[in-house]
Structure formats: C-alpha cells, structure tokens
C-alpha cells in the first residue's frame, strides 16, 4: 500500500522560502503525488498547486502563483513544492494528494499527514 510523507515545513520570516517534499512510498508505486492543498487555521482545506504525470500542465490558486512553483520528479515519485516571497497568510498545514488531477480535495484518495508552515510578521 502506497503512503504519502511530508517534508520541509517549518517557522519562516515573511519574504522567505522553503520546499516541501512529498514522497510516495511502500511496497508499490502505481500512485503519483499530483497535488499540494493547505489548511490555514480555522479554516477549510484549500487547493495550492497541481501537476500532472510528467510535468507537462501545471495549475495554481491565484493567491500563490507567482510565488510557489510545483514540481515533480517521476524517477523518485517525489514532488515538491518551492514557496517563494512567503506571507502570513500562508500559514497553514500543507498535504500532498494522490489519485485525481484536480483542485477539489474530496476528488482524492490519498493523502499524507501534513506539514506545519508558519511565517511570522
């Protein structure tokens, strides 16, 4: 069975970067990460960013684009997701999904746990 792991959230300044890591693993690897979603505090689960297998179309929410690019490296069945120029209201737990190519989370069958951003003032 396929598991999805987070990685590379942490506490950043406002202008700041980091890149979050999902990586599929188990004993098979049939299913590709295709998507980024976060959750900001008190609020509902929203879409970030997708990528189809190969790279080749990539999608992102109006209030990241410009500043997150996603990215994927089939070989490894990882993707990533580089946030540039962070705000505070990109504080959020980020998840990577599985299983559909689209910007509704209920749409996905597989997700992983999560990965805390905060970006301070």
């Known amino acids: 069975q396929v598991q999805l792991v987070e990685s590379g959230g942490g506490l950043v300044q406002a202008g700041g970067s980091l890149t979050l890591s999902c990586a599929a693993a188990?004993?098979?690897?049939?299913?590709?990460?295709m998507a980024w979603f976060r959750q900001p505090p008190g609020k509902e689960r929203e879409f970030v960013a997708s990528i189809s297998p190969g790279g080749y179309n990539t999608y992102y929410a109006d209030s990241v684009k410009g500043r997150f690019t996603i990215s994927r490296d089939d070989a490894k069945n990882t993707m990533y997701l580089q946030m540039n120029s962070l705000k505070p209201e990109d504080t959020a737990v980020y998840s990577c999904a599985a299983g559909a190519m689209s910007n509704t989370p209920r749409d996905y069958g597989y997700w992983g746990q999560g990965t805390q951003v905060t970006v301070s003032s």
């Open positions: 188990g004993r098979t690897f049939t299913i590709r990460p």
